[in-house]
Nanobody, 122 residues
Framework: QVQLVESGGGLVQAGGSLRLSCAAS????????MGWFRQAPGKEREFVSY????????DYAASVKGRFTISRDNAKNTLYLQMNSLKPEDTAVYYC???????????????WGQGTQVIVSS
């Protein structure tokens, strides 16, 4: 198993930036494909981005493309999400997820963190 803990959320004005982190422990972080998902109030959880175990960026949701950047540091067992030009519609709880299979990851992942709240004020 792998344990995931997100951090870096908070309150920011529209147009601002935040950097989310997801610290992993347990099994070897570098073997997992990793992703970010988010869930806004009253909405279903949605895919944001994913990155392969070797660091190849897989995809971004259309709503965040050009504004968000996913990255990972396997030496630090950490996944990141740099969020720029934030909009009020980016307000959500952000979760990181891990899976050995990319298909499984995109369907929702095998392991999840507890989430970190991001609030973007207009």
């Amino acid at each position: 198993q792998v344990q995931l803990v997100e951090s870096g959320g908070g309150l920011v004005q529209a147009g601002g930036s935040l950097r989310l982190s997801c610290a992993a422990s347990g099994r070897t972080f570098s073997i997992y494909n990793m992703g970010w998902f988010r869930q806004a109030p009253g909405k279903e959880r949605e895919f944001v981005s994913y990155i392969t175990s070797s660091g190849i960026i897989g995809d971004y949701a259309a709503s965040v493309k050009g504004r968000f950047t996913i990255s990972r540091d396997n030496a630090k067992n950490t996944l990141y999400l740099q969020m720029n030009s934030l909009k009020p519609e980016d307000t959500a709880v952000y979760y990181c997820a891990a899976a050995l299979s990319i298909t499984t990851l995109k369907l929702g992942g095998e392991y999840w963190g507890q989430g970190t709240q991001v609030i973007v004020s207009s």
